[in-house]
């Protein structure tokens, strides 16, 4: 199989983007929780009352400060955290993709110039073309008023609309050809199923038989593989 991209390089990158979000605010907080403490310490040892005001004044405007960056850091981690777990989950896909005898496939390939990459794009073994949203989950899936569910937990970003969105782009690119839109939840353990706007939900171990459902588009491997380089060298930096 002809491949191009790295699975999980947009997220990955990501992920360092807020960690290095998430220590730049806990340097703030560091140095905001040393100001708080040496305007406490102003406060208890000035004997001016001018002085010892505006050491409270800082004291206290130092410490609503640190608290501000100690939650900044918190939800940079957080997301940071996230973004490793949803590269994972790419990288797995990926894994799932070369078992499908497919014929070319692309990771993270930009279709636009604003908007996120489409995770994969695969040019199927019977000459199909899918856009493959990938999202992180574990055990049956299913639609609720909208939502993608996982348990209790509904799915962020409305995963359906992107993969969607993704297929069109993508169809854009190939002449209006038909796109099979498809997210795929690694960890899904209910039968593949198709929302109202016919996006195929399904598992790692079910994406052979959902990327066979795709409409032939391409003649041959060779017609495939040249569209592919072309889409990848076309891509915006």
Not at 9 to 22: A, E, F, I, K, M
Not at 32 to 46: E, P
Not at 107 to 126: E, H, N
Not at 184 to 207: K, Y
Request: proline fraction near 3%; aromatic fraction near 6%.
């Amino acid at each position: 199989m002809y491949e191009v991209g790295r699975a999980g390089s947009y997220v990955s990158g990501q992920r360092w983007r807020r960690l290095g979000t998430g220590a730049l605010y806990t340097a703030g907080a560091v140095a905001g929780g040393a100001a708080c403490l040496g305007g406490v310490a102003g406060a208890v040892l000035t004997s001016t009352p001018p002085l010892r005001v505006g050491a409270v004044v800082l004291a206290l405007g130092s410490a609503g400060l640190t608290a501000w960056l100690v939650r900044q850091a918190r939800a940079a981690f957080t997301r940071a955290r996230q973004a490793a777990i949803g590269a994972t989950s790419e990288r797995e896909v990926r894994r799932a993709v070369r078992r499908t005898a497919s014929i070319a496939a692309a990771y993270g390939l930009m279709l636009g110039d604003r908007g996120g990459d489409c995770d994969v794009v695969v040019f199927t073994r019977t000459g199909g073309a899918a856009a493959i949203e990938v999202k992180t989950g574990h055990g049956a899936v299913w639609v609720e008023r909208g939502a993608l569910m996982v348990g209790r937990r509904a799915l962020r970003k409305n995963p359906a609309g992107q993969a969607a969105h993704q297929a069109r782009r993508l169809s854009g690119r190939l002449n209006r050809r038909a796109v099979l839109a498809v997210v795929c939840i690694p960890g899904m353990t209910n039968r593949p199923f198709t929302t109202d706007n016919g996006v195929w939900v399904c598992g790692a171990g079910d994406l052979t038989q959902v990327l066979d459902r795709a409409p032939k588009v391409f003649t041959s491997i060779a017609d495939a593989e040249d569209t592919m380089r072309r889409l990848w060298a076309a891509a915006p930096a």
